[in-house]
Every structure is written in C-alpha cells, then in structure tokens.
C-alpha cells in the first residue's frame, strides 16, 4: 500500500502488478515518473530532489526503436506508436523496480506534451495521466525543448543564467536562459534543423539512418577542408540558423563528382560546415547577452568533433561550457522527469484536460 496517506483504488489489467514493490523514500523529498513518448523512442524515468539540493535520478530506462525505422530511411509515426503502446507498461515495471518506488510513493506523475509525432505523444501523456489519476497525484505537461535546454543540469536544483544552445533532429534553437521557466529565444532554424541535415545528407552519401552518427563516424579519416561548403548565415547580424543551402550544396557537389564517391571527405567537409555555423553563432550571442556559461543539448551535441570545438571556442572566450551527458543528449525521460520536478518544487501543475502539442513551441 501507499506510504502518503491516499488509498488507491487501481482499476484495469494495466494497473495491476505495480502496487507491489515497497517505496524508498525520503520523507518530504518529492519523487516524479516522468514518460518520454515525443517520437519514436519509449522512455521512463524517476527523478527525487528538494529545493536546495541535488536531485537524484533514481531510475532511467529507454527502449529503442531505430532498428525499427531503418529500413524506411526515417520514423514512420504509426509503427512508433503502436511500439509506445507495447512497451509502455514494462518500462514503468522496470523503472519502479529499479528506483524500489511504488506507483504509491510517487508525488507527481509527467510526460513530454509536444513537440513531436501527434500518435506517439498521446501515448505517454494518456498513461501519465492515467496514473496521476488513479493515485490522485498532480500531473505535469512537459515540453520536450525544455527537457533538453535543461539537461546539462541534470543532477541540481537550480539552473543558473546561461545561454542554451538545443542541437536535434528537429531543432536548432539559441535561447537565454534566466532561470528555470524562463527563456528568451535569440535564434532558430528558418528551414532545416542541424539534426535533419546530418540525416538528409547522410542518406546522400549513401549511408544508413540515422546519418548523424554516421556522418561522425566517416568524417574521422576524412578531409574536412576538402570541399568549401558554404556556412550560412553565419555573419549576418541575425541569430538565426539555416542549413538548407549547406545540404544543396552537398547535393550539388555529389552531381559533379565522377568516379569513387569520395564519402570521408564529403562528410567531414559537410560536418565542419556545421560546427563552425553552430559554434560562430553561438559565441556572438554570448558576446549580445553578456551571458559566461553556454550549456549545449541535443542529439546532434553527442558528435565528439562539436564538443571539441565548442570546448576550444569557450576556453578562448573566456565562457564556461556545460555539456549534457551523453545519454541525456538523445531523447530520454530523465530529463522530462528534471524539468517536471523543477516545476513541481515551485508548487505548478498541468490540467488533465490538456491537450497535447505536436507544434508546441518553447517560447
């Protein structure tokens, strides 16, 4: 049973079987499940903290579905949906037990709202909601963009003023981040997110989805000063990014070249296009908002050659730079469960009417 004075009243198959474990609990330290469904990865995660120290994640469990969307070149939002609904209820099973948490232990019950696939959202957010109300806990609505722009500070309670750069599949996005919950956009795509035309140009090179990783991964042995791709945007007095022209060029380049496809080098050539874009702008909104910490988030911030520029750029600047581990850069619960908390600590929560936003923007 229930250690918070609320007896439940589960109903359904889906409920039974996760009253049973004992919670560990920390007598007024709040504990959240959050559920991460935006696209095609399936994720749950416990976070516990209070204001003032360092929150814990307790649980983190992620069920892939890349192998899945393979052999389609990209996700195909009906296949990830219905792997959400078949995947679900173990991952919550694991988590729990992994944490040693009832659904009875838990103070608040979240999941990524928008942006994302229409079909895979409404599968996280009907679940957390459901749970909310069978143990009459609050339910919180999480934008997917905040739980990245927060990720770097996964593990604390306060988020300190900084400048965030969100490098994904579908975002580029620059803000000012004044503390949590409040953000200024600086900058953002005006076509293609960095994320996408790693993944575009990938499959131009004829190399498997995702192309992100791929790209990474061929541009070690090859030239990155081999083909002068253009950098756009980047001395405009703009913070905006486009990568539109950058992935034509590519294209362009391919229709020319005779003989062997010479992949490393189109790769590593297309990939420090990308980093000097990502980093120059970056910097000179450092330099417009007087901000000292820049904290980078994203998938695309796992790729090894942009953290080393970020981090050589920084140290020249005189910034300090804030990475998001690597297993918090791709889509995770965790850092849903964070950005919930923090919200939780200052005593906010989601009506459970509330729709979900596959468009919903940050700011």
Known sequence: MPDSGVTPTPRGKFFHGLWEWKPARLPGVPVILAIESSCDETA??????????????????????????????????ELASRNHSLHLRPLIEQALRQAGVSVGGIDAFAATSGPGLASSLLIGSTAAKALACATRRPFLAINHLEGHLLSPFV???RVPPHLGLIVSGGHTLLLEVSGAGRYRKLGGTRDDAAGE??????????????????????????NPAAYAFPRSMLHDPHL??????????????????????PVADLAASFQQAVIEILVGKTLKAARCTGCRIVALSGGVSINQALRAA???????????????????????AAMIAFAALLRHLAGEQS???GDIHPHLPLV
């Open 197 to 222: 035309a790693f993944d575009k140009v990938g499959k131009m090179l004829g190399l498997p989805y995702p192309g992100g990783p791929e790209i990474e991964r061929v541009a070690h042995t090859g």
């Open 240 to 261: 905006d990014f486009s990568f539109s022209g950058l992935k034509t060029a590519v294209l362009y380049t391919l229709q020319r070249v005779t003989g062997k496809l």
């Open 351 to 353: 009506p459970l009417d």
């Open 310 to 332: 970020f981090k050589q750029a920084c140290e020249q600047a005189g910034l300090e730079l804030v990475v998001a581990a690597p297993w918090l850069c791709t889509d995770n």
């Open 155 to 157: 593990g604390e309670t």
């Open 44 to 77: 749950v995660a416990l976070v516990r903290g209070e204001a003032g120290a360092a929150a814990v994640v307790l649980a983190a469990v992620v069920s892939s579905q890349i192998e899945l969307h393979r052999e389609f070149g990209g996700v195909v939002p």
